[in-house]
C-alpha cells in the first residue's frame, strides 16, 4: 500500500462539487431529479402552509433521492471504466442500483403527495 499525500478539506470538497457537477451534467436523470426538486420546493412556498418539521420531510426526501441518484451514477461511471463490453454481472448491478433510486423516488413521491395533498385540502380555509 502506498501513502497518498493528506488531502485538504477545501480539495475534498471541490472534488465533491466536481463529481455534483458531472453528474448533472452527464446524467439526463439526474437534471430532471434537480428539476422536480425545484418545482417541489416552489410549490411549498407558493402554498406557503408547510411548518418546519414538514419542510424538514421534505428536504429530506429530495435529498435522499438526489444521493440516491448521485451513487447511481457514480456506479454507472464505474462500470464504463471496468469494461465497454456486455458483461451480465456489470447489467445486473446497474439494474440493481437503478431499481434502488426508482423505489427511493417512488417513496418520496407518496409522501410528497401526503404532504400536498393535506396542504391543498386545508388551503383557504382558516
Same mark, same amino acid.
Given at each position: 500500500m502506498t501513502d497518498r499525500p493528506?488531502? +485538504?478539506w477545501f480539495a475534498k470538497f471541490a472534488d465533491a !462539487?466536481?463529481?455534483?457537477? #458531472?453528474? !448533472? #451534467?452527464?446524467?439526463s436523470s439526474f437534471r430532471v431529479h434537480f428539476v422536480a426538486a425545484g418545482l417541489v420546493v416552489l410549490f411549498g412556498l407558493l402554498l406557503n402552509s408547510f411548518d418546519i418539521v414538514r419542510w424538514c420531510i421534505l428536504i429530506l426526501c429530495i435529498g435522499i433521492v438526489i444521493g440516491g441518484e448521485t451513487l447511481n451514477t +457514480?456506479?454507472?461511471? #464505474?462500470a464504463?471504466?471496468?469494461?465497454?463490453?456486455h458483461n451480465l454481472h456489470v447489467k445486473h448491478s446497474l439494474d440493481i442500483a437503478s431499481g434502488a433510486v426508482l423505489v427511493l423516488s417512488v417513496t418520496a413521491a407518496v409522501v410528497g403527495l401526503i404532504l400536498f395533498g393535506e396542504a391543498i385540502m386545508n388551503y383557504g380555509r382558516f
Amino acid at each position: 500500500m502506498t501513502d497518498r499525500p493528506k488531502r +485538504s478539506w477545501f480539495a475534498k470538497f471541490a472534488d465533491a !462539487f466536481l463529481g455534483m457537477r #458531472l453528474a !448533472f #451534467l452527464g446524467q439526463s436523470s439526474f437534471r430532471v431529479h434537480f428539476v422536480a426538486a425545484g418545482l417541489v420546493v416552489l410549490f411549498g412556498l407558493l402554498l406557503n402552509s408547510f411548518d418546519i418539521v414538514r419542510w424538514c420531510i421534505l428536504i429530506l426526501c429530495i435529498g435522499i433521492v438526489i444521493g440516491g441518484e448521485t451513487l447511481n451514477t +457514480s456506479i454507472e461511471a #464505474l462500470a464504463k471504466a471496468v469494461t465497454a463490453e456486455h458483461n451480465l454481472h456489470v447489467k445486473h448491478s446497474l439494474d440493481i442500483a437503478s431499481g434502488a433510486v426508482l423505489v427511493l423516488s417512488v417513496t418520496a413521491a407518496v409522501v410528497g403527495l401526503i404532504l400536498f395533498g393535506e396542504a391543498i385540502m386545508n388551503y383557504g380555509r382558516f
